[in-house]
């Protein structure tokens, strides 16, 4: 069902033992076991808690996060030496789970396909398809997962109904919705019309189901919601269902990126 492309340039870069051993840090040190390719997360959290895992020879729990530094052990060895640092770009289609369990519509199907260890860096919802990118690096992860980074991510949405210029504006000066008993509030984003029925939004925040929830306080259903860039990184002509390696020119493109964004906007 999906296919796997050739390798780029994008990895040819990564085999000295510096770029290695970057792979790990960010993750969390069950994560950074089974990123080693000693066993998987379970396998790893049992080895923590049962405490033949050690960090500059101290116990740590498993959501310990790596540093630049760390010296890792089990029973008293270091690791093995982790693979190579990888960036794949992902076209997730409409019905598969970023939620990484053994239910059918997950995409962790996929990811055990692969002939490498990777994971999602973010996540879309089941319903919505677009740009996911899958990596290796700890490092690249936190930055692009961490709210306060405040990193662009954009969509293009078709809605029910005719767009007005009132739901556009409330659309973009930000909103406040209520989910069960919590109450949400939206930040200002770029809000495009693109079609009467379509529309562009690059937020900077990352709410579950977020633009879902804000066309439904300006009265519109959302039809299709698909994620094509995130920051000037683009899903391009990629087919749904398909997933290739970066290449050079977007791993510079990227991580050019996020060293604009190093320090974190103020809470």
């Not at 405490?51 to 310990?64: A, C, F, I, S, W």
């Not at 200002?188 to 066309?215: A, F």
Request: aromatic content about 4%; charged content about 20%.
């Amino acid at each position: 069902m999906q296919s796997i492309m050739p390798s780029s340039p994008a990895s040819s870069d990564n085999s000295n033992s510096t770029d290695k051993a970057a792979a790990l840090i960010g993750l969390r040190l069950n994560q950074a076991l089974a990123q080693s390719g000693l066993c998987s997360r379970k396998a790893a959290a049992r080895l923590i808690s049962e405490q033949r895992v050690t960090v500059n020879g101290q116990q740590q729990p498993h959501h310990y996060q790596v540093k630049n530094g760390d010296m890792i052990l089990l029973d008293g060895k270091p690791l093995p030496e982790p693979a190579p640092l990888q960036y794949w770009l992902y076209h997730k289609p409409v019905g598969i789970d970023c939620n990484l369990n053994n239910k059918k519509d997950s995409l962790k199907h996929l990811l055990d396909s692969l002939p490498l260890r990777l994971f999602p860096l973010g996540r879309l919802d089941k319903d919505s398809c677009g740009l996911l990118l899958l990596s290796n690096d700890g490092a690249l992860t936190q930055q692009l997962m961490h709210p306060t980074f405040a990193h662009q991510k954009t969509y293009q949405v078709s809605v029910d109904k005719t767009l007005q210029d009132v739901m556009l504006q409330r659309l973009a000066q930000g909103l406040s919705y209520q989910v069960g008993p919590h109450q949400y509030q939206t930040l200002p984003c770029q809000v495009q019309r693109l079609t009467e029925h379509s529309l562009q939004i690059t937020l900077t925040q990352g709410l579950n189901r977020q633009i879902r929830y804000m066309c439904r306080e300006v009265g519109l259903k959302v039809q299709h919601l698909q994620r094509t860039h995130i920051n000037q990184l683009a899903l391009g002509d990629l087919a749904e269902g398909q997933l290739r390696q970066l290449t050079q020119a977007e791993l510079q493109l990227l991580k050019g990126s996020l060293q604009s964004r190093t320090k974190p906007r103020a809470p």
